[in-house]
């Protein structure tokens, strides 16, 4: 482990944007956002909590053209690589969650796999946790343990850094100027400010009643036909903003028009709320009913994707919460399902 | 899937012949830019250049590679202007995609194949397969329906079929007409006192989402078991790769683990049939 002093990572920052464009969070009326950084921008803010963007639009793009005519040529990428600073644990998580789906060693999806490979990842421990955060439910603690090519812990007025990948460690090693031993009053800071962030995100998750959600795999099959589903559905207005704003949402919808002359298929980002979302063409509709699409976001969630995927498509982040205008909440689902009927 | 670097693409294809069968079903033999090669129970993805794409099961023979032949329905968006292409014009095709019928074993057994309407197109394929190896099964019995005799598909093809020894062919029509000599009534109506022992062979359904819901639920009573049941499951297949979450069936994508399932695989997922 290294340490670095806030002046230096602001000259690390420097120096990585020279091959990368960096994105960096700030806080903002709204919470957290990404903005583009350069080193004459105010400064941004490494810890607090997740952006109230999930990561998922800079590899997996909402709308992106992937074929052109009948070429079997995909288009080269334009301009510099990115490096995304301060993504949390949950977004973290997200991630791993997209790989699973478009970059399985046997079935890459080229347009995620090369954005993702050239991409650098600075990853940041949460130091508070939003009324929304529920990240302890899905087994995942507030500050990064996997997935990242470099990791920092806010401490003292620097940062403890860890690396967590080849990129990362290059990229320590090739400005190990910048960096310093850490001493053990650092360390020992970050494990109580570790602590403190838990305990907080642990107390909102009480106040809620959110059950852990490790072992969520018998709850939908258990509530298949009850009638929370129908309860829960009532104030949804199919608006897709749950899929959008979550980080593990990757469902997509091809679609094809002309351009020039020519072929051009893009492939937006769908939503399994929509009514046609799983519609064919004779008519028939598996999903017809509403609520029969709520369940099946769940279920594709908290069933599908543990036992297919080997993770659960959820990162507790909240985002669904806040973004929901029906103010359907999650955690009160997850709650129902734990211990209704 | 053939290694095209963009699996999002479709080959150039070119069409050759487009062939009337019925009033809402043709036919289109297709020519690719670069051949594809599939197995019955695989389908690929049709692109109407600046429509959109419609997944659909082959119905030619598997052994030709430079062409093959689609029978589609019109019944949508894309399917409409599918039957308003002609011969020279220009479409795309991506794939195959999916499971194949698991033919190797169904060696040694009998086999009952029970098709519905607009389902004979995908058989027609599977009919080649097994008709090319029907020495090494026990018995092969096609039992057909549609709704009447004007909507009977690849008609005077399955009329030659009846005169196969190697073939036990009965088709009826939900209502029928003054030449129709044959059975009237649903397809499960003639599913009885099958020449076959039921117990040990093997069924293969494909139709109308309603046509294989009640002709599976005639099969288990006749005494077949649930996993010699083998269904061609019609959900809105897109990607074709497992990822864009449209044909989600269960545990499963259609697109990726069917559209071939035995029933046993999928009964416990809730409405299977919608």
């Not at chain 1, 650098?120 to 996997?146: E, H, Q, R």
């Not at chain 1, 004779?282 to 069933?303: A, I, Q, S, T």
């Not at chain 2, 479409?91 to 009952?112: C, H, M, N, Q, W």
Request: aromatic share 10%.
């Amino acid at each position: 482990m290294q340490y670095i002093a806030e002046g230096n990572s602001v000259e690390l920052l420097r120096r990585i944007s020279g091959t990368y464009e960096v994105y960096a969070p700030r806080k903002n009326a709204r919470g957290y956002s990404l903005e583009r950084w350069n080193s004459s921008a105010a400064p941004i803010t490494m810890g607090g909590a997740r952006m109230s963007e999930p990561l998922k639009a800079f590899f997996f793009q909402p709308r992106q053209l992937v074929a052109e005519n009948f070429s079997p040529n995909i288009p080269p990428l334009s301009g510099k690589p990115r490096c995304i600073v301060g993504v949390k644990a949950c977004d973290l998580a997200g991630l791993e969650f997209l790989d699973r789906v478009f970059n399985a060693p046997e079935d890459r999806d080229p347009f995620y796999a090369r954005v993702r490979e050239q991409t650098l990842i600075i990853a940041a421990d949460c130091t508070a946790a939003l009324d929304t955060c529920f990240c302890l439910a899905l087994g995942i603690d507030p500050f990064p343990k996997k997935n990242f090519d470099i990791a920092l812990s806010p401490v003292n007025g620097g940062y403890l850094v860890e690396t967590g990948s080849e990129k990362g460690r290059d990229i320590v090693t090739s400005h190990s100027n910048l960096f310093t031993e850490p001493d053990e009053a650092v360390l020992s800071k970050r494990e109580e400010q570790r602590a403190r962030v838990k305990r907080d995100a642990a107390s909102r998750i009480d106040e809620c009643g959110v059950p852990s959600v490790t072992s969520s795999e018998q709850w939908i099959a258990r509530h298949y036909e009850s009638e929370l589903w129908k309860e829960e559905a009532k104030p949804c207005v199919e608006c897709g903003a749950c899929n959008t704003i979550c980080p593990t949402c990757h469902c997509f919808l091809l679609y094809d028009q002309m351009q020039g002359g020519q072929l051009a298929r893009y492939r937006t980002w769908d939503s399994c709320l929509y009514k046609d979302f799983a519609r064919v063409a004779g008519g028939g509709n598996p999903r017809h009913v509403l609520w029969m699409r709520l369940r099946n976001r769940f279920e594709k969630k908290f069933d599908y994707a543990p036992k297919v995927l080997g993770q659960t498509g959820c990162t507790g982040c909240g985002r669904c919460v806040a973004a929901c205008p029906g103010k359907i909440d999650i955690r009160n689902v997850l709650k129902r399902l734990a211990t209704h009927g | 899937m053939a290694d095209n670097g963009n699996p999002y693409r479709p080959i150039k294809t070119s069409v050759l012949e487009v062939i009337p069968e019925t009033p809402t079903i043709k036919t289109l033999r297709l020519k690719p830019d670069e051949p594809i090669s599939f197995v019955p129970g695989q389908f690929i993805e049709l692109t109407v250049p600046g429509v959109g794409e419609a997944p659909f099961t082959p119905s030619s023979h598997y052994s030709v590679k430079d062409e093959l032949k689609v029978s589609v329905m019109r019944v949508g968006k894309v399917t409409e202007k599918i039957h308003a292409l002609e011969p020279g014009d220009t479409v795309g095709l991506r794939g195959p995609f999916g499971s194949a019928y698991p033919l190797d074993t169904f060696v040694g057994k009998e086999i009952l194949v029970v098709g519905g309407g607009c389902g004979f197109a995908p058989l027609r394929s599977l009919m080649y397969a097994l008709f090319d190896r029907s020495a090494e099964f026990k018995k092969l019995l096609f039992r057909g329906g549609c709704r009447n005799p004007g909507e009977l598909l690849y008609r005077g093809e399955i009329a030659e079929w009846g005169k196969r020894s190697d073939l036990d062919l009965v088709l009826t029509v939900d209502n029928g007409d003054s030449e129709w000599q044959g059975p009237v009534g649903v397809v499960t109506t003639i599913l009885d006192n099958l020449p076959m022992n039921c117990r040990e062979g093997v069924a293969i359904v494909c139709g109308p989402p309603v046509m294989m819901k009640f002709a599976t639920k005639k099969l288990l009573e006749l005494g077949f078991a649930e996993d010699h049941i083998f269904l061609s499951m019609e959900k809105n297949m897109s990607c074709g790769l497992g990822k864009c979450g449209h044909c989600r069936l269960g545990e499963y994508y259609c697109c990726k683990d069917g559209p071939v399932f035995p029933y046993s695989s999928i009964k416990g997922f809730g409405n299977i049939w919608e």
